[in-house]
């Protein structure tokens, strides 16, 4: 590892240490009460201290690590809480929630009650930054967010030297008192809202386990050991490295890159164009590259990962090679079960018994690795889990009667498709490594015969059709010919016929002009264009002989056409007929038969020898499985050394191509004991795959690269974004304590590429090492967009695409399946308001609330009947800038609507990400005299919201608080919906 990928990795760990995910909630979070001289002095009472660590208990890991954990535990301090004052039992705060904590530090506790500065992890103290100047409502401004920077940037050395908890103290108290201009001891802190000058501050000090270090334990652990280690990781320093890839050009779809595309998941659609170019392009990347995809909503990115993962397993079994390790990874649990939820879902063509599993107890192809917290989640969806001992779905289906219960279904199932009489396991593998073989060459040559047939012309005709026309064109100038010879005859009489005396002395003008006169009057229509009167007859003759040899050149010509197009018809019919002895049509009743378009036949290789060539590489797996190969013994069942762990990940790819985890689980898998010290397995996984790569921060996910040989990254940096831990200014000083910058001025230089921990995403990272680009953006770009129709569509594409994604659904209003046709695809219900109520830190408005629900109670029946074969839970969503306007529609629901409340889905943007609706209502919430700031304040924040909507996209609430140029998301989306009302 290179000196700079060094100081990078130093600086991603510090900024994953010193993460402030309060997790913190007085109503749920169990807490000890301390004085703020005990906080000051670093010592607790005795009490308070064992409360915290049977706490601490309760939460561990199920870990052999824990065990071995040294008795120390991490906690945050609320050092700083908001005093509620009451008034005849009323709260005279409304607008500030109890137990307001405005002030956190983090430190370590010892079995002794001391408190420790965390040297190793150098979390620092922080202030939520919703209480720090500039926000969008004051209501509770103890400081500005730019003193607290200058703070961080300037004690940059002096983090580095506190050692003791005295001088720890001396710098979480010197950040308080300078950023809220008064003494730490004081029991009031100034507002900046001048509505409320200052607010007393409770006495007690609040003392918390800090949750937050589990969640990165494993992603610690992976950059401590890449700290130490030299070992070359050719993709880990292409993430890291700060230099751009340099642009390579576009590849066209060829011959060569269709033959060399082996596998798909699925059979019912062909690729799109864009889809196709991604996985030809995925194709030339090599060990230590990265593949970065933006994919827009509705755009097929899972067909695309599902395609790449196909692919390499087809090519994989084709040449008897173990099966491809392939890792599916995201930050949020909700990206990753979305993975595991579509390699499940496969949907059937219908070819025999092919598209089963011949073995038992595999149901997916997705094996998933949660959390320990998540694994009753797993179960109770029903998803194949396990983790590195091979416990759960790999125990139950390694159990000796599973796995002869699997070879005889094996065989069975092998014998059923083949029509074959085998006996035994290795029989039935070697017949489906041959079928896979035939149907790659058969693949092969169906393609080449397209690339042949191209040469013929076709122009886009069917093969029979182009050559029964050519067979017509032969058969028009054959009698092109006898007319020629015809007409000939027919100037001979007519220049035997003129007078001897008159031919012979046609030198002369006068008779010259005769037999002008003669030929005038014997030239037909036809001949106009070719002959004329002043022609002598030789003259006349030579036309004709002329266009004979015309003729019979063409006639030859035609026939050595009609010949090629002839043999390459008879080949593609033998093709064909091979294909059927081997059950297997390659057209539907809708494709033509005939149509030797390579374009075309390459999409029907998809959804027939690509998705067939899938499934014969799962069966064939399938018999490596059964028949043993690197299976375990007893006693290496659990155990994590390489050679254990090496069989146990052949094994699992052989069933299921794909393991799914989180970013956070992902090193816990590939942490490896030898040699009496544990390692990890750098450069092993052959795939790494990132899924919505744009809301995962860089340094949670750069480890993980440490351990791939190479990585497609999908995601799109207009969705919403990372939800980032670490404040700029803070950042700015972990990278220069950590070398990876000597000055904050370099600190532009880390944003430009997307290493750094604030204000970035792995889909940034994976751009700058991406070695493409589409419309003058690094990386690919998938552009054909299926799941809105385009009127809804169309201002995503005009709000934050360019324009670039391409409509494919239509237009609503011409579509004869329409569900609901009276309704606009966009419109609005007009609600008047003046003002909404603030709840806390939130908003509400419950006019907006009551007339949703109201509106949903009068068309509910409309809607359900409009959609009779889909699932009530997946019509309905009703979206909302605030967490308060949730609560108050799902209270007017259970009011209004008590039979369907739970049908109808309520939530902020965020909690929609990834999921779709018919009909999609937004609640702006916002009176006309509030302005709109959320929905202005992130374009990626009605991006989401709109394009989650398939059918329909109504904004209820007072559209007067939208503003009036298009060049905003309210503006635009008022100009979409205007004329429009419901």
């Not at 990834?914 to 006309?928: D, M, P, Q």
């Amino acid at each position: 590892m290179n000196n700079k990928s060094k100081e990078i990795t130093k600086y991603f760990r510090s900024a994953v240490a010193a993460q402030a995910n309060i997790g913190i909630d007085f109503k749920a979070d169990y807490f000890s009460i301390l004085s703020l001289d005990e906080v000051i002095q670093g010592k607790i009472n005795l009490a308070a201290c064992k409360r915290i660590f049977v706490e601490a208990k309760k939460n561990t890991l199920d870990d052999e690590n824990e065990a071995k954990k040294k008795p120390l535990v991490n906690v945050i301090i609320c050092a700083k809480t908001i005093k509620t004052i009451f008034e005849a039992n009323e709260k005279l705060q409304d607008e500030i929630d109890e137990l307001t904590g405005i002030y956190y530090i983090p430190a370590i506790l010892n079995e002794q009650g001391q408190l420790l500065f965390d040297e190793g992890e150098k979390k620092l103290p922080w202030f939520p930054r919703e209480y720090l100047m500039p926000m969008v409502e004051p209501k509770l401004a103890i400081g500005d967010a730019d003193v607290v920077d200058g703070f961080m940037s300037n004690h940059v050395d002096r983090i580095e030297k506190i050692k003791s908890w005295s001088d720890y103290a001396v710098f979480f108290k010197g950040l308080y008192e300078a950023v809220a201009e008064s003494p730490f001891e004081q029991t009031t802190i100034r507002n900046m809202d001048e509505k409320e000058p200052y607010f007393e501050l409770e006495s007690n000090v609040y003392l918390f386990l800090d949750k937050t270090v589990y969640s990165t334990f494993h992603i610690m652990n992976l950059y401590n050991h890449l700290q130490e280690d030299d070992q070359p990781k050719a993709l880990y320093n292409n993430f890291l490295s700060t230099q751009v890839a340099n642009a390579s050009p576009l590849m066209e779809n060829g011959l060569t890159q269709m033959q060399a595309h082996c596998g798909q998941m699925n059979g019912e659609y062909p690729l799109s164009p864009s889809q196709r170019e991604a996985v030809n392009h995925f194709d030339t990347i090599d060990y230590g590259e990265i593949l970065a995809v933006n994919g827009p909503p509705g755009t097929g990115k899972t067909t695309l990962l599902q395609t790449i993962v196909a692919d390499m397993y087809v090519k994989r079994a084709m040449k008897k090679e173990k099966a491809p390790l392939i890792v599916a990874s995201s930050t949020n649990n909700q990206a990753v079960t979305n993975i595991i939820a579509s390699f499940g879902n496969i949907k059937k063509m219908g070819i025999s018994n092919l598209e089963e599993r011949w073995i038992e107890g595999v149901h997916s192809f997705a094996s998933y690795f949660p959390s320990s917290s998540k694994v009753k989640e797993a179960k109770s969806k029903g998803y194949q889990y396990t983790n590195q001992k091979g416990e759960f779905f790999v125990s139950d289906i390694e159990d000796k009667d599973n796995i002869e219960k699997s070879k005889t279904k094996l065989i069975a199932c092998c014998n059923e498709y083949f029509g074959s009489e085998f006996k035994n396991i290795t029989a039935c593998q070697e017949k489906l490594h041959e079928e896979l073989l035939f149907i790659a060459n058969s693949k092969t040559a169906l393609l080449s015969l397209a690339q042949e047939a191209a040469q013929c012309d076709l122009n886009g005709e069917a093969i029979n059709i182009f050559i029964e026309k050519l067979l017509l064109e032969i058969e028009q100038k054959q009698t092109a010919i006898s007319d020629i010879h015809q007409r000939v005859l027919d100037w001979e009489n007519c220049y035997k016929e003129i007078p001897f005396y008159i031919r012979w002395l046609k030198f002369m003008k006068i008779f010259a002009r005769k037999i002008q006169t003669e030929f005038r009057l014997f030239i037909n229509d036809e001949e106009q264009d070719f002959l004329n009167e002043y022609m002598t007859f030789d003259e006349i003759k030579e036309k004709y002989s002329q266009l004979y040899a015309q003729c019979n050149t063409a006639i030859s010509a035609l026939k050595q056409k009609k010949s090629v197009a002839e043999k390459i018809k008879s080949r593609y019919d033998s093709e064909l007929e091979r294909l059927q002895q081997h059950n297997i049509n390659l057209h539907g009743e809708k494709d033509e038969k005939y149509k030797l378009d390579l374009e075309y036949i390459n999409s029907l290789m998809d959804k027939k020898h690509r998705y067939v060539e899938f499934w014969l590489a799962v069966h064939y797996y399938e018999c490596r499985w059964a028949g043993g190969e690197d299976e375990l013994t007893e006693k290496q069942k659990g155990k994590n050394f390489v050679n254990v762990l090496d069989k146990f990940y052949s094994r699992l790819s052989m069933i299921t191509p794909c393991l799914v985890m989180t970013f956070y689980m992902l090193p816990r898998q590939f942490l490896a004991f030898g040699e009496q010290k544990s390692f990890f397995l750098y450069n092993y996984i052959d795939l790494l795959i990132v899924d919505e790569a744009g809301q995962a921060s860089p340094e949670i996910a750069a480890g993980a690269f440490s351990l791939a040989k190479k990585s497609v990254v999908v995601g799109d940096v207009y969705q919403i974004e990372p939800v980032w831990s670490v404040n700029r200014a803070l950042d700015k000083a972990l990278a220069v304590s950590s070398g990876a910058i000597h000055s904050t001025d370099e600190f532009e230089l880390l944003e430009q590429t997307g290493l750094n921990s604030s204000r970035s995403s792995v889909m940034k990272v994976a751009a700058k090492c991406c070695k493409y680009e589409k419309f003058e953006e690094k990386g690919l770009f998938l552009s054909e967009h299926r799941r809105c129709y385009n009127e809804i569509i169309d201002y995503c594409n005009k709000l934050v695409y360019k324009g670039n994604l391409q409509p494919m659904r239509g237009k609503g209003n011409e579509d004869d399946k329409l569900a609901i046709k009276h309704w606009p695809q966009m419109g609005f219900k007009q609600i008047d308001t003046e003002y909404s109520s603030r709840k806390g830190s939130s908003r509400a408005n419950r006019l907006e609330a009551e007339q949703i629900v109201e509106w949903l109670k009068n068309n509910f029946k409309l809607i359900v009947n409009a959609y009779p074969s889909e699932s009530k839970e997946n019509l309905i969503g009703i979206i909302t800038p605030f967490k308060a306007q949730v609560q108050c529609i799902k209270a007017e629901l259970k009011k209004q609507m008590p039979a369907n409340s739970a049908k109808i889905s309520v939530g902020t943007v965020h909690t929609f990400q990834g999921a779709e609706r018919k009909i999609i209502i937004l609640s702006t919430v916002y009176g006309k005299q509030d302005g709109c700031f959320f929905i202005d304040a992130n374009k990626s924040l009605m991006n989401v919201a709109v394009s989650r909507a398939k059918d329909n996209f109504f904004v209820f609430g007072d559209i007067n608080c939208f503003k009036d140029t298009k060049n905003c998301a309210s503006g635009l989306l008022k100009n979409f919906i205007a004329g429009f009302q419901l």
